[in-house]
Structures are given as structure tokens and as C-alpha cells.
């Protein structure tokens, strides 16, 4: 299937696709160091 590449309409999608796949992301990469960050304090307090 052929994309008119100049039209609105892929504009809105290529911009939907982007915006998604970078919040993905950057919410992965915030929450990996956190989670990795808890596991001392949570083996200390056992």
C-alpha cells in the first residue's frame, strides 16, 4: 500500500508514531534506574 507522503494525513501519523515510541521511551528509561535504585533499601529493611 502506497502513502501519498505529502499529504496531512501521514504528517498526523508519522507524528502520532513518533511521539508514542519516544514516550515509551523516556518512561522506560525513568523507571528502570528507580526500580533498580529500591532493591538496596528493600534488602536492608528484611
Same mark, same amino acid.
Given at each position: 500500500? $502506497? ?11 508519522? $507524528? &502520532? &508514531?513518533? #511521539? #508514542?515510541? #519516544?514516550?515509551? &521511551? ?5 523507571? #528502570? ?14
Amino acid at each position: 500500500m $502506497a502513502f501519498n507522503k505529502n499529504s496531512n494525513g501521514y504528517t498526523f501519523l508519522f $507524528a &502520532i &508514531i513518533m #511521539v #508514542v515510541l #519516544v514516550g515509551a &521511551i523516556l518512561a522506560y528509561t525513568s523507571l #528502570v534506574p528507580q526500580a533498580a535504585s529500591r532493591r538496596p533499601m528493600l534488602q536492608r529493611r528484611r
